[in-house]
């Protein structure tokens, strides 16, 4: 089994530490980080499979770095998550490029299950990009 390594961008302490250690237990390898600006900070140093960040934190919120992501050509997949319950807030995530989005407080195998879900569709998405372009390298 491959070990995924996910970075956790949440501002309150407590949670983030507790989210940390919920996905340590649960077999990941996982890094939290103070904001958004905290993160883009240590990005060039930081391996990610996934990303699961706040919305609503100082400096860099969630949706700033959304967007800054994608600015920078990072595709790797951002799980939202809030306590807000605006559906709106959900349906602006998913528009913006969030892989999912949960409503805090969530169930840590919740969490698991939908890391899981994402992992094994990208993972497959990328096998099929891969398979592609082998084939249409050796059709040239």
Do not use: Y
């Not at 407590?14 to 883009?40: H, I, P, T, Y």
């Amino acid at each position: 089994m491959i070990t995924r390594s996910i970075s956790v961008v949440e501002d309150n302490d407590a949670l983030r530490r507790a989210v940390v250690d919920m996905l340590e237990r649960a077999g990941f390898r996982a890094k939290g980080f103070l904001d958004g600006q905290d993160f883009l900070n240590q990005l060039p140093q930081t391996t990610s499979d996934l990303i699961v960040s706040d919305v609503q934190m100082p400096h860099v919120g969630g949706l700033e770095l959304l967007d800054q992501l994608k600015s920078l050509g990072v595709t790797t997949p951002v799980i939202m998550m809030s306590s807000s319950i605006d559906r709106s807030l959900a349906a602006t995530c998913l528009a913006r490029g969030a892989a999912a989005f949960l409503e805090k407080p969530f169930e840590a195998q919740t969490l698991i299950d939908r890391i899981d879900e994402i992992c094994r569709s990208f993972t497959a998405r990328d096998q099929s990009l891969s398979s592609t372009h082998h084939r249409s390298a050796s059709q040239r």
